[in-house]
């Protein structure tokens, strides 16, 4: 099973990217910064030189609707933001 579940393509991490050479993606939970880099390394053949993770817990939430009040929960899961060596990058949409 692949460790890497989707990258993160948001203006933060957009902006990130074109300044310091940094890419985020959501990972599974168990996963740890060894398999992030061999499995970052092997599928977009670059160097990772650095990897920060970060988890988040679920949060609950709950919204006024005409039938009442819904309650429910967010998902946890772990982010890993990895820079890469000077001249490295990934292109994300080079597939569509």
Known sequence: MSIIIKPLVTEKMTAMTEKLNRFGFIVRPEANKLEIK?????LYNV??????TIR???KNKSRY????????????????IVTLKEGDTIDFYSNI
């Not at 061999?38 to 092997?42: A, W």
């Not at 160097?47 to 920060?52: E, G, P, R």
């Not at 609707?65 to 890993?80: H, Q």
């Open 65 to 80: 609707t005409k039938s009442g009040l819904i309650t429910g929960r967010t998902n946890a899961f772990k982010k890993a």
């Open 56 to 58: 988040y817990s679920g």
């Open 38 to 42: 061999r499995e970052i390394e092997g």
């Open 47 to 52: 160097t990772v030189v650095d990897i920060n």
